[in-house]
Structures are given as structure tokens and as C-alpha cells.
């Protein structure tokens, strides 16, 4: 069983230790701009708990934090003229996890448009103004 390793970058920008570009933050959780985005406006939704992913985090806090996702996920929609939106959830590496601290991605999908290739770091000004998009649609 693995266990939660309090190094992750995620637990590291919850703490202040390392930079992200914030939209949303309350008590249980914070939503924050992928730095390789699939799509403008892919925004990442982290609960302030430390849990690894769906195996180990408790399921109120689980109850709490998909309320947050739904939230942002309005915001993402409105804010980014979005036609659709994917949420997504991996766990364990094999299932695709790459940064153990449990997060949703929130992935704005408009017709006709295709995915970003994964692995490409995003063009910062492209991020900020998406992010500015969706402060403003939380606002
Ligand atoms: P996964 O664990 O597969 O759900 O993916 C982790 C996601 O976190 C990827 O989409 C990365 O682009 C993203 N990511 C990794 N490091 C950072 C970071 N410092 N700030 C924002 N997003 C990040």
C-alpha cells in the first residue's frame, strides 16, 4: 500500500513553497492552473487534506472536494466559453498519476477543437489570461 508523501509538488504549493497560479481557494481546497495544459483553461482542484488519491482519502472529504470541482467546473465552463467540460481523476501510475496528492482536472472542451499534446509546458501569458478568465467567473 503506498502512502502519502508529503514532498509532492502539490502538498509544496499548498504549503507556499512553490508558485501556481491560483483561481479558487476556501478552506477544504485550492484550484490552480495546469502548467501543461490539455486544453486553455485546464485547471487542476486539490483538497487541503493530505491524501494520495481515490484508495486512501476519506470519503467526506471526498464529498466535499467533487463540491469544489463542480464549482470551479461551472466557473472553467463560463469563464473559458467552454461547450463542454472533462473531468478527470488518475490513480496510481499505472492509472496514470503522475503527482500523488489526489487532484480532478478540469478540462474545457469547445467543438471541433482537439486536446494539446501531454508534456508540453504552456506559454505563461496564454495561462494567466485563461486564469483571469475564470477568477472573474468565480467573482
Ligand atoms: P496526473 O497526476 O497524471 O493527474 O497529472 C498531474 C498534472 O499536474 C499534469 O497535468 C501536470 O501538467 C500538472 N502539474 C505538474 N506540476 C505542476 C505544477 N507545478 N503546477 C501546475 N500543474 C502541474
Known amino acids: 500500500?503506498?502512502?502519502?508523501?508529503?514532498?509532492n509538488i502539490f502538498a509544496k504549493i499548498l504549503?507556499?513553497?512553490?508558485?501556481?497560479?491560483?483561481?479558487?481557494?476556501?478552506?477544504?481546497a485550492l484550484a490552480f492552473m495546469d502548467i501543461?495544459?490539455?486544453?486553455?483553461?485546464?485547471?487542476?482542484?486539490?483538497?487541503?487534506i493530505a491524501a494520495r488519491n481515490i484508495f486512501d482519502i476519506a470519503p467526506a472529504d471526498l464529498s466535499t472536494l467533487i463540491q469544489r470541482v463542480q464549482h470551479?467546473?461551472?466557473?472553467v465552463r463560463s469563464g473559458m466559453a467552454a461547450d463542454g467540460?472533462?473531468?478527470?481523476?488518475?490513480?496510481?501510475?499505472?492509472?496514470?498519476?503522475?503527482?500523488?496528492?489526489i487532484h480532478f482536472h478540469?478540462?474545457?472542451?469547445?467543438?471541433?477543437?482537439?486536446?494539446?499534446?501531454?508534456?508540453?509546458?504552456?506559454?505563461?501569458a496564454a495561462i494567466e489570461a485563461a486564469a483571469a478568465k475564470i477568477r472573474a467567473a468565480l467573482a
Do not use: C
Request: glycine share 10%; aromatic share 6%.
Open 1 to 7: 500500500m503506498s502512502v502519502y508523501d508529503p514532498a
Open 15 to 28: 504549503r507556499g513553497e512553490m508558485p501556481a497560479t491560483k483561481v479558487f481557494e476556501d478552506d477544504a
Open 36 to 48: 501543461m495544459p490539455r486544453a486553455d483553461g485546464h485547471t487542476l482542484v486539490v483538497p487541503k
Open 72 to 75: 470551479v467546473a461551472k466557473a
Open 85 to 101: 467540460v472533462v473531468v478527470q481523476q488518475f490513480n496510481e501510475g499505472p492509472g496514470g498519476q503522475m503527482v500523488f496528492h
Open 106 to 124: 478540469i478540462l474545457p472542451r469547445w467543438t471541433g477543437v482537439a486536446l494539446k499534446p501531454p508534456g508540453v509546458m504552456g506559454d505563461k
